[in-house]
């Protein structure tokens, strides 16, 4: 009885070993076509949304040439909806047998992939080799690409912390990318014309590249000099905000302007119908002025030295120098001309203040040299005549008037408005009494 008992034993464990090895293709199995395995083995991970969900089964070759690779699904992810795609894909490591099945599901709108199907190359991806894009190189490019693999090796030596902060800020980059991208190619005849554009103008700068350096040179020599006056810079930045805010005041009220310049503008539209001959016959002129165009590019910028016009202007003083450097005439330091001009503002202020007040009397005396005539039918006319007495309304000479407050050539109104009070006049040392009119 031991004996039989023993040989029962080994009968089912042999059956259970058959069944572990063999009895597997019962279960839930998709054989998905894909143009190569790409070092796909059996036993490989099957995911779906990172979430391991079977392994690979088995793989053929179909008489094509192509790889039929059957995978097997996990009951709880079964069946798969229509529209499912499989894509193989490589870890986070290049190496040999490190790929895994992706299985990207679709919506099927309610229909299921039955057991056994098969999934066409339309519905398969699968990953790109790095030999594949090694052999895109010849020989040439291959030694270039090993270069700059070594030179960007040299370039982020010690610098990972900031590679770190500049790829954490790749992502919004790289999305705002794709979505100029996206703008770009919605209207491709634009973006031709853009491209075609760009060629010209890289062009036309490539056959301008003498005078290209001259102005980089130029804007060189320009920014040394803001450096030089970086304490006025800081100074004129830190001015910038006030003045940007009175601008944007500027630019609000420009809005109300603007609408009243639209009747303009409409009124405009026949007269800019009647230029159009005018500028036919003015763009032959500037043909014709090609010449003397070109002459006088000559004149400004001529090979050699000391026989143009730009070599004449760099002659001159420095503007900085007579502008803001201090120097010495006849003996006595003077400074340049910005910062005397600065005091002279200075000091002025006090009598340019008390002057103001005295801006309506200062109009008016103008205004009298526009009106000393006046028209009938023949025209405009005038008389002058001559005076020797010094009363010129009746009574006494006034005298002793020095001291005519702001409006004093005018009568004094009776409710006083008018009238500055005995404060404003010790402000502006000056007395009522002495107007030019009135007893």
Same mark, same amino acid.
């Given at each position: ?57 088995d ?10 690779? !059957?995978?097997?699904?996990?009951e709880?992810f ?16 290049s ?6 099945v ?65 790829v954490?800020?790749?992502n919004? !980059? ?14 491709e ?23 290209l350096?001259?102005t ?36 609000v ?38 010449? !003397? ?26 503007l ?7 120097r ?77 407050c ?7 109104a ?26």
């Amino acid at each position: 009885m031991a004996r039989v008992a023993a040989l029962g034993a080994v009968i089912g464990s042999a059956v259970l070993v058959a069944l572990l090895f063999f009895g597997g293709g019962d279960g839930y199995n998709v054989t998905a076509r894909f143009v190569n395995a790409a070092q796909l083995v059996k036993g490989n991970e099957v995911q779906i949304g990172g979430v391991p969900a079977g392994t690979v089964d088995d793989i053929q070759i179909s008489s094509d040439g192509r790889a039929d690779v !059957t995978i097997q699904i996990e009951e709880r992810f079964t069946p798969l909806p229509a529209g499912t795609r499989a894509v193989i894909k490589q870890r986070s490591l290049s190496g040999i047998a490190n790929r895994f099945v992706d299985i990207q599901l679709g919506d099927g709108d309610g229909a299921k992939i039955d057991d056994g199907s098969v999934l066409g190359e339309d519905s398969t991806d699968t990953a790109v080799e790095l030999d594949q894009l090694f052999n895109l190189f010849d020989p040439v490019a291959r030694v270039a690409v090993q270069d700059f693999f070594k030179g960007s090796r040299k370039m982020i030596a010690g610098r990972g912390q900031q590679l770190n902060n500049g790829v954490k800020y790749l992502n919004p !980059t790289l999305s705002t990318g794709g979505r100029l991208f996206r703008e770009l190619s919605r209207d491709e005849v634009l973006l031709e014309q853009f491209l075609e554009d760009s060629s010209t103008l890289v062009g036309a700068l490539a056959e301008r590249r003498s005078d290209l350096t001259g102005t980089v040179r130029n804007l060189n020599a320009t920014f040394a000099a803001l450096r030089n006056e970086k304490g006025a810079l800081a100074e004129s930045i830190d001015r910038l905000p006030p003045f940007m805010r009175r601008a944007n005041s500027t630019f609000v009220n420009l809005r109300a302007a603007l609408d009243d310049v639209d009747p303009l503008v409409e009124a405009s539209e026949p007269v800019a119908r009647r230029l159009g001959p005018f500028l036919a016959q003015a763009r032959g002129l500037a043909s014709d002025a090609r010449p !003397t165009i070109r002459d006088l590019s000559v004149t400004i910028r001529r090979g050699g030295s000391g026989n143009d016009l730009i070599e004449f202007a760099d002659s001159f003083p420095a503007l900085a120098r007579t502008a803001l450097d201090a120097r010495r005439i006849n003996g006595e330091r003077r400074r340049g001309a910005f910062p005397e001009s600065v005091e002279a503002f200075k000091a002025a202020a006090p009598q340019i203040a008390f002057g103001r007040a005295y801006t309506p009397d200062f109009v008016g005396w103008l205004d009298d040299f526009s009106t000393t005539g006046a028209y009938d039918a023949l025209g405009g006319f005038s008389r002058a005549g001559i005076y020797f007495d010094e009363i010129l309304n009746g009574g006494p000479v006034r005298q002793g008037q020095f001291k005519r407050c702001p409006g004093g050539a005018e009568v004094a109104a009776e409710d006083g408005s008018n009238v500055l009070s005995a404060e404003e006049q010790e402000q502006l040392d000056c007395v009522d009494s002495h107007r030019g009119t009135g007893p």
